[in-house]
């Protein structure tokens, strides 16, 4: 009978701890969200081997993740995109995956962010590593991996408490967060990378927006930003010509199956767009692209109603003007023939 009674008096306990543990995270401005991992990427992944001729499939960075949005594009074209963008990571493991490992020959776009495209081909380098550790997760993961996705997406869309986001932002909630935030009085002899807060909400079907929060609050838009600047300041040199190379073999072979490519330069702003036209610079890297690449390509500053787009953090766009973006990219296709109408 004890026993019983302290079985329900924990229970009870629990309930009531996570209840205000949820109320506690809410009051701090958090909101429910999904996280962006593996195991969303391949659920999406995995559409593509039933993909159609009629298909699209988004490649590229966070800015082709954020910038081109999925309902959007489903409204003007009737048809809902493959989105499998990933965050700081170089498109070309994806694209490499799909091309040799698919029979897929519709439509694939793949945003050019050239820090990240032109980065490297360096398997064990960041932005390489990151996408192609999705693309392995595909092929290896466990029925007890999709069962448990699957059922933790209830509870990641209702509570906040649920946040565990692989990315490790700064403002994360799980408990190796919490811990990784405590001061624990060591002394670096390297000054710290400035704090990096999530600014994305994730949804399915698989997509990115811009949280409310980056757009109304300069100072916290103002802390992506020093992030970006940090990261350009410390980049290493692109290595144009061995991922130029790299992707062309790619380019080459999915022409040959009939497949569309579309290249897509999504917008930046500020400092950030400053210091890509230094370290950058479009003549040596899209416009080199296009040249040898021979695809429709669609660069924003070429357009009156898309070059004067400003992003809140400089890198993306907030979710109307992403919204407004996706709807005139998609005209300015069909009016191309790079689209179907």
Known sequence: MK???????????????????????????????????????????????????????????????????????????????????????SPLPTFHDIVNNTDFNGTVIVGVTPGLLFSTTFPKAFPWKRPQSKVDFYFDRTYAQRLNFLLSVPLQQNLVLMSADEEEWDDDIDLKALL????????????????????????????????????????????????WHYFGKGAPPPDKDATTKFFMKDIEKFKEKGGNLILVRPPSSGGVRMGEKMGLPRQKFW???????????????????????????????????????????????????????
Not at 187 to 195: E, L, Q, S
């Open 287 to 341: 416009d080199s692209l296009v040249k040898v690449a021979k695809v429709k390509s669609y660069h924003f500053e070429d357009y009156e109603q898309l070059k004067d787009l400003v992003c809140p953090e400089e890198s993306h766009l907030s979710l109307d003007d992403a919204n407004f973006f996706t709807t005139e990219l998609v005209k300015i296709m069909k009016a191309d023939g790079a689209l179907s109408n």
């Open 3 to 89: 026993l019983k009674q302290s079985l329900i008096i924990a229970i009870i306990l629990a309930i009531i701890g996570t209840i205000f543990w949820e109320l506690y995270w809410r009051s701090q401005g958090l909101h429910p969200t999904l996280n962006d991992e593996k195991a969303l990427w391949a659920m999406t992944r995995a559409k593509v081997e039933t993909a159609t001729k009629e298909d699209v499939i988004i490649l590229g960075s966070s800015r082709a993740y954020f910038d081109i949005q999925v309902d959007q594009w489903k409204k003007s074209t009737g048809r809902e995109p493959l989105q499998l963008a990933s965050t700081g990571s």
């Open 180 to 227: 990784k935030r405590v001061d624990w009085g060591k002394r670096d002899t390297i000054p710290p990378a400035p704090p990096f807060f999530n600014f994305g909400d994730t949804s399915i079907p698989r997509n990115m927006s811009m949280t409310p929060r980056t757009v109304k609050d300069t100072v916290f838009a103002n802390s992506i930003i020093d992030v």
